[in-house]
């Protein structure tokens, strides 16, 4: 592998969100300020949304890492759950100990007097699940439900929701009118630019221990930026794959050459034009220009 051709610590562009890699991008920042304010308020349902790669999960774990001790968490990372066993993962993740026998009733009545009792510690109990628009219809009414759990002056349970764009869809129908309306907080992260791009790919290799010259120049990253539309993980795997074919030639710098075999390699990667398609598509363009020109001109059709 190339970690030792380039003399760093670890792999700079894996795809495990990990917080250690963690920038202050903009939307990233901005998405955690919200959350923490949010939380730090009291408020019922907070809710994140992104396409797929755009560092949700990685949002989510530095949330869960900063979040202070004032705060008991029940985090999922798989809600593919119905009700039934939503409320015993919320409940093992909250160290709730229970009879294997006991009923859902008798585990709401556990859960709200466990809450309670959190609450009188004076603890704000979150709940925060991944991939959130994998919850099954019945599963969100049953978060909702669990929302109504409160005492006179606060909520005894708070739920942030992290998910893609389908779930704002599904959240949109009518049948979940109620929930949406409780969501009083929310975020939707965006794509880096081309400026992002570039301090995101040079950022990355710092902190996985690379101290030479750089290994991708600026139009490179423009590139990147471009074929990735700005998604942090399509940055990572066109990375990546750009290092290994350096390291396969022996070579410390990437190629312009490597960077566009990464691309091909790519599925979701936008793909360039091949000189002929791109000529066909110039062609076609400038003869709808002079064809408008002349209409504009005579008034007559060509």
């Known amino acids: 592998m190339y970690l030792y051709h380039f003399g760093m610590r670890e792999l700079p562009f894996t795809l495990t969100p990990n917080t250690d890699f963690f920038l202050n991008l903009k939307p990233h920042i901005e ?3 919200v959350l923490t304010s949010a939380l730090q308020q009291g408020e019922g349902f907070i809710k994140v949304t992104g396409e797929v790669g755009t560092g949700k999960t990685l949002i989510c774990r530095k949330l869960l890492n900063e979040l202070p001790d004032g705060f008991a968490v029940a985090y999922i990372p798989n809600p593919y759950l119905t009700p039934g066993e939503l409320r015993w993962a919320v409940a093992v993740e909250l160290g709730l100990t229970y009879s294997s026998n006991i009923d859902q009733q008798q585990l709401t009545q556990m859960l709200q007097q466990h809450l309670l009792k959190l609450a009188a510690q004076g603890k704000a109990v979150v709940v925060i699940l991944d991939e959130a628009q994998a919850l099954p219809d019945e599963s969100l009414e049953a978060l909702r439900l669990f929302t109504n759990l409160e005492t006179e002056r606060r909520k005894l349970l708070q739920v942030v929701l992290f998910g893609q764009p389908e779930l ?36 990355r290799m ?21 074929a990735s539309f700005g998604i942090p993980r399509l940055v990572n795997i066109l990375c990546h794959k750009a290092l290994l074919l350096c390291f396969a030639k022996g070579e410390r710098l990437v190629k312009p050459n490597y960077i566009k075999q990464s691309i091909l390699d790519t599925v979701d990667a936008k793909q360039p034009m091949s000189p002929k398609v791109l000529g066909t598509v110039m062609t076609v363009t400038i003869g709808l220009l002079l064809g408008i020109c002349y209409w504009l001109t005579t008034g007559e059709l060509i």
């Open 31 to 33: 998405a955690l300020q």
């Open 168 to 203: 704002d869809e599904r959240l949109g129908r009518k049948k979940f009118r109620q929930l949406r309306q409780r969501i009083s907080f929310s975020y939707q992260l965006r794509s880096m630019t081309e400026a992002e791009v570039c301090h995101y790919v040079g950022y």
């Open 206 to 226: 710092k902190v996985a221990g690379y101290q030479g010259a750089a290994v991708f120049t600026k139009s490179q990253t423009k590139q990147i930026a471009i």
